[in-house]
């Protein structure tokens, strides 16, 4: 990892629409919305939390970058799990005798490829005799991306859901509310209503509301292959009709983006439920000097070094990853705070 470079840990919370849970019902958490949930008084990240009891239950992540560190909890009650990085599969275990007071670096590495990658991590349960039993609790994970080469600087550039450089088709309605970025989201409830932007920036973060009676949705940039993302609560498995993250979570994220001119198109997907998405708030990094180069391949073509964490325990390699980590934990906690902050 080239360490002169203007790096950043993008941290991706729980409940964020990027990270892709095949069964949501093998998961539980808490509930964001209910009136007793305090983020504040608990250790986790926002507050919230996925953990299951299901073995085999999975929870998948794309990203570009040549760092990952993945965080959860460990305890008697915790058992094996398994980080499957492109095709490099490794096994760990978060059993200890005593609860850990906070986070615990379920696994971390830093010397990737810089290229693109797809995470899977899997619960194992208690295995050929191991000590624990089959829960797997995950936190929140960290992947460093690069925003822009040595001796660059980089700014923010926030569009709130009403700035007239986007442009909307179907219908749509405005939601005020001081939970929100700007005060306010514009959201649908239309089958392929959509929203574009034509953008300079080799970073971009949407943003937008996460609760249970939205859906699918399907994200455009350029001419990569088109994505799709759920935008479901996923409150347990028996969904709670007003389960909702009451913070915005990151529905969209992309960066190692060269100085041409990008276009980002996303379309809700109503579907039989007539289903909603939720636009917040957009952030555009823009770069003062550009990389050389656009890493943003498909991640089915990445490849990856082997990790130095697969060959040892977490324990064993979270002295330094967590060093490295927490220090890049602050340029993030502090985007996501003044992003946060700015709602009110």
Same mark, same amino acid.
């Given at each position: 990892?080239?360490? @002169?470079?203007?790096?950043?840990?993008?941290?991706?919370?729980?409940?964020?629409?990027?990270?892709? =849970?095949?069964?949501?019902?093998?998961?539980?958490?808490?509930?964001?919305?209910?009136?007793?949930?305090?983020? *504040?008084?608990?250790?986790?990240?926002?507050?919230? /939390?996925?953990?299951?009891?299901?073995?085999?239950?999975?929870?998948?992540?794309?990203?570009?970058?040549?760092?990952? $560190?993945?965080?959860?909890?460990?305890?008697?009650?915790?058992?094996?799990?398994?980080?499957?990085?492109?095709?490099?599969?490794?096994?760990?275990?978060?059993?200890?005798?005593?609860?850990?007071?906070?986070? $615990?670096?379920?696994?971390?590495?830093?010397? &990737?490829?810089?290229?693109?990658?797809?995470?899977?991590?899997?619960?194992?349960?208690?295995?050929?005799?191991?000590?624990?039993?089959?829960?797997?609790?995950?936190? =929140?994970?960290?992947?460093?991306?690069?925003?822009?080469?040595?001796?660059?600087?980089?700014?923010?550039?926030?569009?709130?859901?009403?700035?007239?450089?986007?442009?909307?088709?179907?219908?749509?309605?405005?939601?005020?509310?001081?939970?929100?970025?700007?005060?306010?989201?514009?959201?649908?409830?239309?089958?392929?209503?959509?929203?574009?932007?034509?953008?300079?920036?080799?970073?971009?973060?949407?943003?937008?509301?996460?609760?249970?009676?939205?859906?699918?949705?399907?994200?455009?940039?350029?001419?990569?292959?088109?994505?799709? /993302?759920?935008?479901?609560?996923?409150?347990?498995?028996?969904?709670?009709?007003?389960?909702?993250?009451?913070?915005?979570?990151?529905?969209? $994220?992309? *960066?190692?983006?060269? @100085?041409?001119?990008?276009?980002?198109?996303?379309?809700?997907?109503?579907?039989?439920?007539?289903?909603?998405?939720?636009?917040?708030?957009?952030?555009?990094?823009?770069?003062?000097? =550009?990389?050389?180069?656009?890493?943003?391949?498909?991640?089915? *073509?990445?490849?990856?070094?082997?990790?130095?964490? *697969?060959?040892?325990?977490?324990?064993?390699?979270?002295?330094?990853?967590?060093?490295?980590?927490? &220090?890049?934990?602050?340029?993030?906690? $502090?985007?996501?705070?003044?992003?946060?902050?700015?709602?009110?």
């Amino acid at each position: 990892m080239d360490t @002169s470079a203007v790096n950043v840990n993008a941290t991706v919370d729980d409940f964020d629409s990027v990270l892709s =849970y095949p069964e949501q019902s093998a998961w539980q958490t808490p509930d964001p919305s209910s009136p007793s949930f305090d983020a *504040s008084a608990t250790s986790w990240w926002m507050g919230t /939390y996925h953990k299951t009891d299901v073995v085999g239950a999975s929870v998948a992540f794309n990203f570009t970058g040549p760092a990952l $560190f993945i965080y959860g909890h460990s305890g008697p009650a915790y058992g094996s799990y398994e980080v499957q990085i492109d095709s490099t599969t490794s096994k760990f275990s978060a059993y200890a005798a005593n609860n850990a007071s906070r986070s $615990f670096l379920l696994y971390g590495a830093s010397n &990737l490829t810089y290229a693109p990658h797809t995470l899977t991590l899997r619960n194992l349960g208690a295995v050929n005799g191991d000590a624990g039993g089959d829960t797997l609790l995950f936190d =929140y994970l960290q992947a460093t991306v690069q925003l822009a080469p040595a001796g660059a600087t980089v700014s923010n550039t926030t569009i709130e859901e009403d700035n007239p450089a986007l442009t909307y088709s179907g219908t749509w309605g405005s939601n005020k509310s001081p939970n929100f970025s700007g005060g306010g989201t514009i959201y649908t409830n239309k089958d392929k209503a959509a929203v574009s932007l034509s953008f300079h920036g080799s970073a971009i973060y949407v943003f937008g509301d996460k609760k249970n009676d939205h859906g699918l949705y399907s994200v455009a940039l350029d001419n990569r292959p088109v994505e799709i /993302y759920s935008g479901v609560s996923g409150c347990g498995g028996a969904y709670g009709t007003t389960c909702e993250q009451q913070k915005p979570t990151l529905n969209y $994220f992309a *960066s190692n983006l060269d @100085s041409t001119l990008h276009t980002l198109t996303i379309a809700n997907i109503a579907g039989v439920n007539n289903s909603f998405f939720d636009l917040d708030s957009i952030v555009v990094t823009v770069p003062s000097v =550009y990389a050389p180069r656009d890493l943003s391949a498909s991640p089915s *073509s990445s490849s990856t070094s082997p990790a130095g964490s *697969s060959t040892g325990t977490p324990q064993e390699n979270s002295a330094v990853n967590l060093l490295h980590s927490s &220090l890049l934990l602050l340029l993030v906690s $502090f985007f996501r705070v003044f992003h946060f902050n700015s709602r009110h």
